[in-house]
């Protein structure tokens, strides 16, 4: 236009629209400029929570925060597939499918996950499985840390973590995706209209499958846009299937009898987490003790019981055998010891009892004795606790299935102490909070002591659910 304006002798025209060109040209540069640098910003906001979210890790002390990196040991992951699907108890062939294993795959490092991934073709989704504390979320929480800070995969822009336990809070909520991340990226609220969802290399961690409440109807209807709307099953199936944001990787970590929720034509790569080798094991104790001939000792021990010493490839038994055998060594002076599996959950029940009742050491002795019969009725409401919520198959509780158990949620006294080292509360979204033992191993020896208390009183009642199971 410009130049057909100077044909015709429209200098002073061709030269204000020539004028009015470039600066409508500079707002627009001076507004890309502007997004461009609220989203870097944004980013970075993003960056410094996600590193408040994963910088320390839960080591049965509330009242002091233990650095991942300082405990952080390496696990054995290797890649897996969705064959034999282990629907018994997972401790029954942790041995032999460690041994069998770590001959046939290769391991994979923490921060190596999407490089091998990439490696196998073009599906963008990783299926973590592991038993129950075997660290698949310590294992991602280490991930998230290592980009944060900048040792690794720079090549990603976003990382978004969302465990299951909060997702199930809003499951029956109608959401597009930026809503449904809004919720646990506050920070996100003003990129509505951003170029993050279509310039930007996003990951979306999708941490316990198994605490899923979700239906995941993979046959169901897609979301193709983030703008869409719909149920989160909906959208989280819509992401596995690549239909909503293609580009996106996904990983998702899960206990293996509830990985086969997601078809296998999805998953590019599987991987599985195997715990500790046995010298990593070593490793673990090496580094939680200053006192190297304390844990020479507590590991000489547990090579004495090959159940003991079984356990300790999954790292939360490795917490609990350390916080049990590191009294019995130091606080007891004992030399010879010998333990069961049983032994170790009731000394360690014992420990935090006393870790209590140490508080009103100054007290009488009567007064002693009334805050350890008060832990002895806490430990029945939570063996009650466990029992019901074993029956149902549920690793996490909320405050109504506490209530049922007659455990009040309203006292911050009935989290102190004992409670505590075994028994974690989380605050989710909306402040809603999430409970969960710290291991299944926990639940399950506390569901146990239901059962026997069960039998000492003569509760059939209670005890008709194992006839109706084994009958049926």
Request: proline letters at 2%; glycine letters at 4%.
């Amino acid at each position: 236009m410009v130049d057909v304006l100077r044909k015709i002798n429209q200098n002073d025209l061709a030269e204000q629209l020539q004028n009015e060109h470039k600066q409508a040209q500079t707002e627009d540069n001076m507004k890309t400029s502007v997004s461009v640098r609220e989203l870097q910003n944004v980013l970075k906001t993003h960056k410094n929570n996600m590193k408040m979210k994963t910088k320390y890790i839960f080591e049965g002390n509330k009242e002091t925060d233990t650095d991942l990196k300082a405990v952080y040991t390496d696990l054995f992951i290797t890649e897996g597939d969705m064959k034999d699907v282990n629907q018994e108890h997972e401790i029954l062939k942790i041995d032999d499918a460690f041994k069998s294993k770590k001959t046939l795959n290769k391991p994979i490092k923490c921060n190596d996950i999407f490089t091998e991934l990439r490696k196998n073709n073009e599906l963008k989704i990783v299926l973590t499985k592991g038993v129950a504390g075997i660290g698949k979320t310590v294992f991602v929480h280490k991930f998230i840390l290592d980009w944060v800070e900048g040792e690794s995969n720079q090549d990603i822009d976003c990382v978004f973590l969302l465990p299951f336990r909060e997702i199930n809070v809003i499951k029956e909520r109608e959401v597009s995706l930026h809503e449904f991340l809004l919720k646990f990226n506050p920070e996100l609220m003003f990129l509505e209209k951003s170029k993050l969802y279509t310039e930007y290399k996003l990951v979306f961690i999708f941490d316990g499958l198994d605490e899923s409440r979700l239906p995941l109807n993979f046959e169901s209807d897609t979301l193709n846009t983030v703008e869409e709307r719909s149920s989160v099953d909906v959208l989280f199936t819509s992401l596995v299937k690549g239909k909503l944001l293609p580009s996106a990787l996904v990983w998702v970590t899960s206990r293996p009898a509830a990985a086969n929720q997601i078809p296998p034509q999805y998953v590019g790569l599987f991987t599985e987490v195997q715990g500790f080798t046995d010298l990593q094991k070593e490793e673990y104790f090496r580094k939680r003790f200053t006192d190297q001939s304390l844990s020479s000792r507590i590991i000489s021990h547990i090579k004495t019981s090959r159940s003991l010493y079984i356990m300790c490839h999954i790292p939360v038994f490795c917490w609990i055998t350390a916080t049990v055998l590191q009294d019995i060594l130091t606080e007891n002076n004992e030399e010879n010891i010998s333990t069961t599996l049983t032994e170790m959950y009731i000394h360690f029940l014992r420990i935090q009892m006393n870790m209590k009742s140490q508080k009103y050491g100054k007290q009488q002795d009567g007064e002693c004795s009334e805050h350890l019969l008060l832990n002895r009725e806490m430990i029945l409401k939570l063996a009650k606790l466990a029992f019901e919520q074993l029956k149902q198959e549920n690793i996490v509780f909320y405050e109504k299935d506490l209530k049922a158990c007659g455990i009040d949620v309203s006292k911050d006294a009935e989290f102190t102490g004992m409670i505590a080292q075994i028994f974690k509360k989380e605050v989710g979204l909306y402040k809603r909070k999430v409970f969960c033992f710290v291991h299944l191993s926990v639940q399950e020896f506390l569901a146990a002591v239901h059962v026997f208390t069960c039998y000492l009183k003569k509760n059939k009642q209670e005890l008709m659910f194992f006839f109706e199971k084994f009958t049926n």
